[in-house]
């Protein structure tokens, strides 16, 4: 299977701190995205980071991507409640490839 | 912008009936819309990939005959489960591709359809 893993697969914080979730792929990819669900719904985009950045920040959110070790981490800083949900990163089914594999998921629950 | 719509957003049958999801991207033409299956608590798996006036390119495992998919235009795809049976039974997602993001593969998702097959 392509399909990459995720690290955590739950994770339970209370309101106000941080939580970082792992993302691990397996292809050559030239960009990674992270993805949320809230539960029953469909995915909405969170942020796309390219083969070629390091870091990228948008809001709350800070994702990283080392591309050596084929691992990417998305870090939500001062999580609130609304934020629990499912996480996914998700990779090119292969460089440039339109298709998607997505990750086997982070369930993060915020406690208020 | 950017949003995509299904519908309906959940369904009951009985065996072996057909059903018919309709997905739609509202303020955008779509390029390729995709279909996906999500089991409880799992991740996504990419079912078929559709583009305008083609036919569908479905993953392997997954019965094309079982899953229709009509792509009629920039705007429209429809996913048919043929003679459904419980264990058809699951959440279909469609997500649509918007032309202009070249290289960038972003997909916009629609809310979902929840199937329970009888």
């Known amino acids: 299977s392509q399909q990459g893993e995720e690290d955590p697969q739950a994770l339970s914080i209370q309101e106000g701190e941080n939580a970082t979730m792992n993302c691990s792929y397996k292809t050559s990819i030239n960009n990674l995205q992270w993805y949320r669900q809230n539960s029953g719904r469909g995915l909405v985009h969170l942020i796309l980071?390219?083969?070629?950045?390091r870091e990228k920040h948008s809001g709350r959110l800070r994702v990283t991507l080392d591309t050596s070790k084929k691992s990417s981490s998305l870090l939500i800083t001062a999580s609130r409640a609304a934020d629990t949900a499912s996480y996914f990163c998700?990779?090119?089914?292969?460089?440039?490839?339109?298709?998607?594999?997505f990750g086997t998921g982070t369930r993060l629950t915020i406690i208020p | 912008g950017a949003v995509v719509s299904q519908h309906p957003s959940w369904v009951i049958c009985k065996s072996g009936t057909s059903v018919k999801i309709e997905c739609r991207s509202l303020d955008f033409q779509a390029t390729t819309m995709f279909w996906y299956r999500q089991f409880p608590k799992q991740s996504l798996m990419l079912m078929a990939t559709s583009n305008e006036g083609s036919k569908a390119t479905y993953e392997q495992g997954v019965e094309k005959d079982k899953f229709l998919i009509n792509h009629a235009s920039l705007t429209l795809s429809t996913l048919t489960v043929t003679s459904a049976h419980p264990e058809d039974s699951s959440f279909y997602i469609c997500?649509?591709?918007?032309?202009?993001?070249?290289?960038?593969?972003?997909?916009?998702f629609g809310p979902g359809t929840r199937l329970t097959v009888l």
């Open positions: 998700a990779t090119p089914h292969y460089f440039g490839n339109e298709k998607l594999t």
């Open positions: 997500s649509a591709r918007e032309r202009r993001f070249g290289w960038d593969n972003e997909q916009f």
């Open positions: 980071i390219r083969s070629n950045e």
